[in-house]
Structure formats: structure tokens, C-alpha cells
């Protein structure tokens, strides 16, 4: 009986605390090396594909798709990419966030600027212009300059 108070307050700070555990849940992130792949077999010559990354080691622009999984009416929300640039100068990469299927794709472009040798996120909210709240399938099109590359891509199921 002695322990009966030790689990009363055990089970009070589990309950207490199952906000904080179902939150650190939420986001589901991937590498790029597995979520990723060039566009089209142009750019195959320009992409590395490391365990941790995609990298664009070429001297010209590379497109990428990147594309994660997701269960059929599953929704998602606040979809993001982390880029890292290598290079020794600021640079502006462009990516669209892809939401759906061909046929009935929906298309939100966005552009950020990386100093050098420094990473970031892009990532959508409903915040965005004509931005819905929930998605499904979340797809990703990167077109990357030199010395850029894809690190991994989140999105938070709804």
C-alpha cells in the first residue's frame, strides 16, 4: 500500500504531460535521399545523392522532386522543406509546394534567400494566400542552383 501514492502521482504527471508527448508526435520529416529524386535525367549529372541529403554539386540549375508518403484521406498541415546552401554567396532558391495528384494538382510557389553556408526552412501555412488549412499528398519541386541541396522534408498530420 505504500507504493499506492507513488503511482497516483505517476499516473497524474503521465496524464499531465500527454499533451507535450502527442505534440512532439506530430511532425513527420524525411530525408531527402529517400523522399527525393531529379526531375528529369538532364539533371542527373549535377545531383548527388548523399544518405542525409540531395545535393546539387553541378555549375547549372537542377530541378527536384520530392514527394512524401501519406495514407489515402490522410491531412496534413504545415508542409516545409530545410535547404542548406554550401556555397560562398547568398542565393535565392524557388520551390512549389505540390498539393494532390496530376489532374487535379494545386500549386503554391515559394522563393527564399540563403546567405552563404547557412540552412532554412520553406514552409507553407494557412497564413499563405489562398493556402487551404489541410492537405493531402504533399509534393515538393526544387529548382536548385549550385552548391544547394535538400536536407529533408515535414509535414504535420492534422
Known amino acids: 500500500m505504500k507504493c499506492l501514492p507513488f503511482l497516483v502521482a505517476a499516473t497524474a504527471a503521465w496524464a499531465a504531460f500527454?499533451?507535450?508527448?502527442?505534440?512532439?508526435?506530430?511532425?513527420?520529416?524525411?530525408?531527402?535521399?529517400?523522399?527525393?529524386?531529379?526531375?528529369?535525367?538532364?539533371?542527373?549529372?549535377?545531383?548527388?545523392?548523399?544518405?542525409?541529403?540531395?545535393?546539387?554539386?553541378?555549375?547549372?540549375?537542377?530541378?527536384?522532386?520530392?514527394?512524401?508518403?501519406?495514407?489515402?484521406?490522410?491531412?496534413?498541415?504545415?508542409?516545409?522543406?530545410?535547404l542548406h546552401n554550401n556555397g560562398a554567396s547568398s542565393i535565392t532558391v524557388s520551390c512549389t509546394l505540390v498539393q494532390?495528384?496530376?489532374?487535379?494538382?494545386?500549386?503554391?510557389?515559394?522563393?527564399?534567400?540563403?546567405?552563404?553556408?547557412?540552412?532554412?526552412?520553406?514552409?507553407?501555412?494557412e497564413v499563405d494566400n489562398s493556402f487551404p488549412y489541410y492537405l493531402e499528398l504533399i509534393n515538393f519541386s526544387c529548382n536548385l542552383p549550385p552548391g544547394v541541396e535538400i536536407q529533408l522534408v515535414s509535414r504535420t498530420p492534422a
Open 18 to 82: 500527454a499533451p507535450l508527448r502527442a505534440e512532439a508526435q506530430q511532425v513527420i520529416a524525411q530525408n531527402a535521399a529517400g523522399a527525393c529524386k531529379s526531375a528529369r535525367p538532364v539533371f542527373d549529372g549535377n545531383l548527388r545523392n548523399r544518405p542525409t541529403a540531395v545535393a546539387n554539386e553541378g555549375s547549372s540549375g537542377a530541378f527536384v522532386s520530392c514527394s512524401m508518403e501519406d495514407k489515402l484521406g490522410g491531412r496534413s498541415t504545415f508542409p516545409a522543406i530545410l
Open 100 to 125: 494532390g495528384v496530376a489532374g487535379g494538382a494545386r500549386y503554391y510557389t515559394k522563393s527564399r534567400t540563403y546567405s552563404a553556408r547557412s540552412d532554412g526552412y520553406i514552409s507553407w501555412s
